[in-house]
């Protein structure tokens, strides 16, 4: 898979990670369900006895605390091994800039190149920086005995300073990343039959029908800022939501909030506190009171009582540079998780979710 970035006349950077370090202890609570998976280790399908055709390949989703994460090997790199935060809500792969001093990566494209018209993290503006190569991967922490082959090639990432985030990995991998495979992106937030939690990357154009099995098809509404929205349903009322897997909290903001009854929890000993993006900059969020009730389609995901109520000051300077309406929502990893799967198939606008099994 050839990952190189292709360049636009007008670029906007956008990156949505929020940190819950100084908020909430979140550890992902990883259920072992236990139901038959039509064969996805292998993915391959038959065709005779002596030929099979890939249909894809499967890597462990690593959490690293409250994130999800996914390993990458660069064996071109002395062997470096980097772990990289998956943040559906940023629109370019990132890396730590200090690290690609570091690693002395190849600058492929200049920031003063790019026509960077701005560029914004959830809680304010921070400085762009240029894309170095990081060439060729493998997937990481794979098994001994599986033959580890070229998973991308002509990996780019913007080398910036990810405050933070520098704490939970070396990079993020954004929705250019997700770009790259067509046929889908499955995450497997909870494992199955005593297995760990996977990520499962399909090749070619179409996704097998076998994957659909038991699903939802949620049309992606539109694309803000290069980042994925789709209709959610918060407390009976439609509202637009950005498909955030860098966030492990679900945020509204408070014209959001009003607007479905979710009040915040003044007199609660859940108090208001400080929270960070990947500009380092504050963002001052209040735990809502009761929660909210949210719902994707026909699948009702209950009552999400980590969900937050806050300005996101990037995301509105970013409002002011987008043709649409700055959604008012962000759909985090607390809400995303209480899903059995999700499919990304972001090239052809869609993302499929399957509900968790009843007494799972």
Not at 88 to 103: C, E, F, P, R
Not at 186 to 195: A, K, L, Q
Not at 254 to 278: C, D, L, Y
Not at 303 to 318: F, I, K, M, N, R
Request: net charge negative.
């Amino acid at each position: 898979m050839n990952a190189m970035m292709i360049s636009h006349p007008a670029f906007f950077m956008l990156i949505s990670f929020v940190s819950t370090l100084f908020a909430f202890n979140i550890h992902p609570n990883v259920h072992k369900l236990h139901r038959q998976r039509h064969h996805r280790r292998k993915l391959s399908t038959e065709h005779s006895e002596d030929t099979h055709q890939l249909i894809g390949i499967v890597a462990p989703l690593k959490y690293v605390g409250p994130y999800a994460c996914l390993q990458l090997d660069f064996p071109h790199l002395l062997g470096t091994s980097l772990t990289f935060l998956l943040d559906t809500g940023a629109n370019v792969n990132a890396i730590s800039k200090h690290l690609a001093d570091k690693l002395d990566l190849p600058v492929v494209m200049k920031k003063e190149d790019l026509s960077i018209l701005a560029s914004a993290g959830a809680g304010g503006s921070f400085q762009p920086g240029d894309f170095v190569m990081l060439g060729d991967c493998q997937l990481g922490d794979m098994p001994k005995d599986q033959p580890n082959i070229t998973f991308m090639t002509n990996l780019t990432a913007a080398a910036i300073d990810l405050g933070v985030a520098n704490m939970f990995s070396n990079g993020l991998l954004g929705s250019s990343f997700f770009q790259c495979f067509p046929a889908g992106v499955e995450f497997d937030f909870h494992g199955t039959d005593g297995d760990p939690p996977t990520i499962i990357f399909y090749y070619g154009q179409s996704l097998p029908d076998w994957a659909k099995n038991n699903s939802l098809c949620v049309p992606i509404e539109e694309y803000w800022c290069g980042v994925p929205t789709i209709v959610v349903n918060v407390n009976g009322i439609n509202m637009r939501a950005i498909i955030d897997t860098g966030s492990p909290i679900t945020i509204l903001s408070p014209n959001a909030a009003r607007q479905v009854g979710v009040e915040t929890a003044i007199f609660s000993k859940r108090i208001p506190f400080t929270t960070r993006g990947i500009d380092d900059a504050g963002i001052n969020l209040s735990p809502s009171k009761n929660g909210a009730s949210i719902s994707i389609g026909n699948i009702a995901l209950g009552s999400v009582e980590s969900v937050c109520v806050g300005d996101l000051p990037g995301l509105s300077l970013a409002g002011k540079l987008s043709d649409s309406d700055c959604p008012q929502m962000l759909l985090g990893l607390d809400a995303l998780r209480r899903m059995y799967r999700m499919i990304l198939r972001l090239p052809h606008n869609e993302v499929w979710f399957e509900e968790m099994p009843v007494g799972a």
